[in-house]
């Protein structure tokens, strides 16, 4: 896992705004249908507060899928800062559409900035100590590939994307197995990163003697924290060491700095606080 994971929208965008909308507008909107059929608008979006942009390709999906003449001018680039108050983008177009398409637009885009928005905040603050911040499986269900771009799209990484990219080995797996080594041993043809999660400096001890990638260190304080670093380093084995479990902004750098290589954090995706976003209309002849 590196920082520099490309910044591509999800292959599923389309079906994403295609469901989006169908849960929305059902078969048709019929607030909108008051409104003249040639009547069209100008609309902006604007920011309440200062945040992330992230969304651009599900914003403009919704207005294509819409109506595709609406036209969409950006102010703000994707992944950069939006301040209080600035206008994101101007929209042009039949005003029913502007109209139809608006909240789901909006859902998209705050939802998105948001993720990215949080997980810049946690990028800038572990910075200078060669920590990769890493999301979770702890997403919004149908918008996981979604987030997961948001993730990146504020400058984090991503870990695995599902049950089906990597193997991570946590407490029942071992408990079925018999062992810290039985479990590992089974993912030796396994062709995809394996990760074992430890609880304890006496598991670490057991799982730096098997055939893994990584170390998933669930709890650990941060004194233990660095002794995980230091027995790792002992061993040469080349294993990365993760943290988890307990993190905030307020504590994050003081792991960074125990020498962890990674440092997963759930809060990027599942406690996000949807950004602020205001649409505004100018209707036209």
Known sequence: ????????????????????????????????????????????????????LCGQAWVEAVFTQTDPAIAVQWHVGEGDSAQADQ???????????????????????????????????????????????????????????????????????NHRIGLFDAILIKENHIAAAGSIAAAADATRSSGVLVEIEVEN??????????????????????????????????????????????ITLANIRTIAETGVDFISVGALTKDVEAVDLSMRFRFTT
């Not at 206008?87 to 398409?101: D, F, H, K, V, Y």
């Open 87 to 157: 206008t994101i983008c101007e929209l042009r177009g039949p005003a029913r559409g502007l109209l139809t398409a608006e909240r789901t637009a909006l859902n998209f885009l705050q939802t998105l900035s948001a993720t990215a928005t949080v997980a810049r905040r946690y990028v800038e603050a572990v910075a200078g100590t060669g920590t990769i911040i890493l999301d979770t499986r702890k997403t919004l269900p149908g918008l996981r590939l979604a987030q997961k771009y948001a993730v990146r799209c504020g400058g984090a990484s």
């Open 201 to 246: 400096l006496a598991q670490l001890d057991e799982a730096l003697q098997v055939r893994t990638d990584r170390l998933l260190l669930d709890n650990f304080s941060v004194a233990d924290l660095r002794t995980a670093v230091q027995k790792r380093d002992a061993k040469a084995t080349g294993i990365q060491l993760e943290a988890s479990g307990g």
């Open 1 to 52: 896992m590196t920082q520099q994971q490309p910044l591509t929208p999800p292959a599923d965008l389309n079906e994403q705004v295609r469901l989006a909308l169908a849960e929305d507008v059902g078969d048709g909107d019929r607030t909108a249908a008051l409104v003249p059929a040639s009547q069209q608008a100008d609309a902006t979006i604007i920011a309440r507060h200062e945040a992330v």
